[in-house]
């Protein structure tokens, strides 16, 4: 909320901290309202749900959003911002989606937060509950990070990207001199 209220005070929108956040929640209910009719629609014909759910924490110390969609017809069932990820929280709102929709939930997808697992645990014990395909790909990759093997880089962020990437440096080092002596020659081995 500070920084939407920050964004506005510079566009010259004079607002209290307390009205945007007013606004927003009036704002999460009525997408709320328009999402539930196709969203009612979609499941029905389906029969069954398999629940996919993720926190976003735009920054550190801030409230996180979290998103419960379903992955076969793909709706958002719940979006809701909280200011922690207690297990007894997530409970709820798992707890609120489930009583919502009214079918069997045959699986649910998360990236495997400790918190998430225990509250998939209290509210549906019998369901099948998996590490989504990126969190999965990125810990069976993590090892090869960790031993510094080059990789194409897609974008670096995390410390074992840091690493592979300064591994990486270690062994282009030397490569611009050898560049730069070939520069002029036209033969087999410059090519």
Sequence with gaps: MPEIHRALQARGVVV??????????????????????????????????????????????HEVLW????????????????LSALTGDLAGLL???????????????????????????????????????FHYLREAALPIFEAGVPRRPVAWGGKADRHAKKELKKQLRGIRPIERAMEGRDDAAAR
Excluded: F
Excluded at 21 to 43: F, G, K, W
Excluded at 67 to 82: E, F, K, Q, T, Y
Excluded at 103 to 109: D, L, N, R, Y
């Design 16 to 61: 209290c901290e307390r009205t945007v956040t007013n606004l927003l929640d009036r704002y999460d209910e009525r997408v709320a309202t328009v999402l539930d009719e196709p969203r009612r629609a979609a499941l029905v014909a389906q029969q069954r749900v398999i629940l996919a759910i993720d926190g976003l924490q735009p920054d550190v110390g």
């Design 67 to 82: 998103v419960i969609r379903d992955c076969l017809s793909g709706p958002v069932l719940l979006a809701r911002s909280l």
């Design 95 to 133: 707890r609120e989606v489930v009583a919502g929709i009214d079918m069997p939930v045959v699986g649910i997808i998360s990236d495997g937060q400790h918190s998430i697992r225990l509250a998939v645990q209290q509210v549906l014990p019998d369901a099948p509950h998996q590490l989504c395909h």
